[in-house]
């Protein structure tokens, strides 16, 4: 128990704040191919509501399975290019990927001024000034699960490379388009009520026809999601109507590499991404998403917290010893004599409340010797 106090001054305690990163990469080959034969992977849970599916990075039966992201899609009820009468006749799941939608619109856009919930929006000065033009109706989710993503992931850092040609597994055959968020610490959003934001961008697609960066969806730091456009896989020729194809401008796909139907597993339609969505489950449009990842790479950030005491001893201050062998008959034991100075370890800092009561303790890994010759601070440093 201490029995001398001494009082921390406001110029004693320092606060800061460290970010610290870590590179995550998701190789494709993980996300389908290794575990088990595709869709049938065995690190892939599907759920018996059908409304998002869950990859791991192990069989996620396995007690050494670790969650990887969910995976779901979703149509607002204001987009154009699934609205057609001979597309709803055939959907699959349409309440629910309009709910899927609206959820994560609110959760992540928040509300309009009328009190809607606002749809996706790029807010980006190369489109149409025509409110629709700017809006994301046909998306893919991508929600990192926080072991990978920590506080946030780091702006700039993302990158998802996509196989968008008709050949649907790795290696597509070249047809790979690289999507990211180039500098995003130079521009970002922060209107959400999920944090900040940036823009993802297709850079270096095969297509002939892209030039420069073109928005194709948005990327939540703090929350750790991903909202691809489906215009990733429009074609030209067809796809390009409504409010969706400002993912493209004239469609990620030529009219003549235009997503097709696969003879192997019978979901994505000629058509591109409308038809995926409007006819097929949600599982089975997480699916042909899934195969047709290369890779993702990011870099999470855990932001670590800390406050730092300044603890000062002055030569005159703690030179006596609370230990009871520190007397022996009433004498200092370290004093040869009456007019030596007393010796005294130090071994370990107290913080204390107003009210003397013990709130941490910090332990030296060598006892510092403590003389009325020399002054000392020692630093505690309390991370969070």
Known sequence: MATIFKTLLK????????????????????????????????NIKDYAHGLFQSVYDFPHLSSSANHIFDISVGYSTGTVSVSGTAVDADAIQISEKVNIYNQMAQVLQGHDANGKISRFDVFSEIFSPALDATKLDNVFFINFARLLGKDEIKKGSF???????????APFAG???????NEAWLDYRVNSPAGEYGLLKATNGYNTELT?????????YQAGV??????????GSSENNGSENRGAGAGML??????????TYNTWLTGGFSAVLATSSISGACNEIRRRIYDISFDNTSEL???????????????YSSNPSYLSSGKIVTKNNALDAP??????IGLYSADNELLAVAKLSNPLLNSATKEMAIQVRLDY
């Open 11 to 42: 110029n004693d305690v320092v606060s800061t704040k460290t970010l610290l990163h870590e590179k995550v990469p998701i190789t494709g080959s993980t996300v389908s191919g290794t575990y088990g034969t595709f869709p049938n992977d065995s």
């Open 159 to 169: 990158t998802l490379k996509l196989g968008v040609g008709t050949t649907l597994t």
């Open 175 to 181: 047809t790979l388009l690289t999507i990211q968020d």
């Open 212 to 220: 420069g960066s073109i928005v194709c969806g948005l990327i939540f």
């Open 226 to 235: 991903v909202v691809l456009s489906g215009s990733v896989f429009m074609s």
């Open 254 to 263: 030529t009219a003549s590499v235009s997503m097709s139907r696969d003879n």
């Open 305 to 319: 917290n800390s406050v730092i005491h300044f603890c000062r001893i002055n030569h005159n201050e703690f030179n």
């Open 343 to 348: 010796v005294s370890l130090i071994t370990g």
